[in-house]
């Protein structure tokens, strides 16, 4: 079974912080993906990786940065949290192959006071 | 630009009360329409990949169909553990990889 795990199911942190957000998927996936969900506007693409070190804005990639140095490892950091960023941030993974569907982390849900 | 509808927004059933959920999609070039389960404050579960039209595919009291527009997912006798938000997306050759999502159906299964 493929697992993604991501490093907090919940976190809370103060306006200004520095935040870190970790996947790791256990299936050698070349992509990983970064969304947040917010109630009544879905699921949001921040930030997308298709190999170690190469990333590609999503929809929504502004006040986020990613970095993946390892292939099993993708991970979101907010430089400087603000409470709109506040909501749920849902890691994926997919293969390379002929099928391009998507596994997801349980979810971190992010709270900036 | 790819777009995927959902409906209805919301859904209240008895147990064993029949009923499907509709994704509607307008894209060029489907790659593959994939439907998602997603249990509140849980990340969404993989359900089915549905490829081309008049495919179906079945899962307990789930059954996902396609045509060329839409997608149903017909739930058969649900029971009060079916209750869920269902998430339909779909890939596109010219989305590289990635899927438009729909804003999903939630799903309430009354015992």
Redesign the interface.
């Known amino acids: 079974d493929v697992k993604v795990t991501q490093s907090s199911r919940y976190l809370v942190k103060r306006t200004g912080e520095k935040v870190f957000l970790e996947c790791v998927q256990d299936m050698d996936h070349e992509n990983m993906f970064w969304y947040r969900q917010d109630p009544g506007l879905g699921l949001r693409l921040i930030y997308f990786s298709y190999d170690v070190k190469m990333k590609e804005k999503g929809d929504i990639p502004e006040g986020y940065s990613v970095s993946r140095e390892k292939k099993e490892r993708f991970s979101l950091i907010l430089e400087s949290a603000s409470t709109n960023q506040t909501s749920m941030y849902l890691c994926a993974s997919s293969y390379s192959g002929s099928t391009d569907t998507q596994y997801f982390g349980p979810g971190t849900r992010l709270t900036v006071l | 630009e790819d777009q995927v509808t959902q409906s209805p927004e919301a859904l209240r059933l008895q147990e064993g009360e029949s009923s499907s959920l509709n994704c509607s999609y307008t894209v060029s070039g489907l790659?593959?329409l994939?439907w998602?389960r997603q249990d509140p404050?849980?990340?969404?579960?993989?359900l089915f990949?549905l490829y081309s039209a008049g495919e179906e595919k079945e899962k307990e009291r789930l059954k996902a169909t396609l045509t060329k527009k839409e997608s149903f997912l017909h739930i058969t006798a649900p029971k009060p553990e079916d209750s869920a938000t269902y998430?339909c997306?779909v890939?596109t050759s010219g989305s590289a990889?990635?899927?438009t999502?729909?804003?999903?159906t939630q799903l309430t299964v009354l015992p």
């Open positions: 790659r593959g994939f998602y404050g849980k990340g969404p579960e993989f990949t998430l997306a890939g990889r990635q899927l999502f729909g804003s999903g």
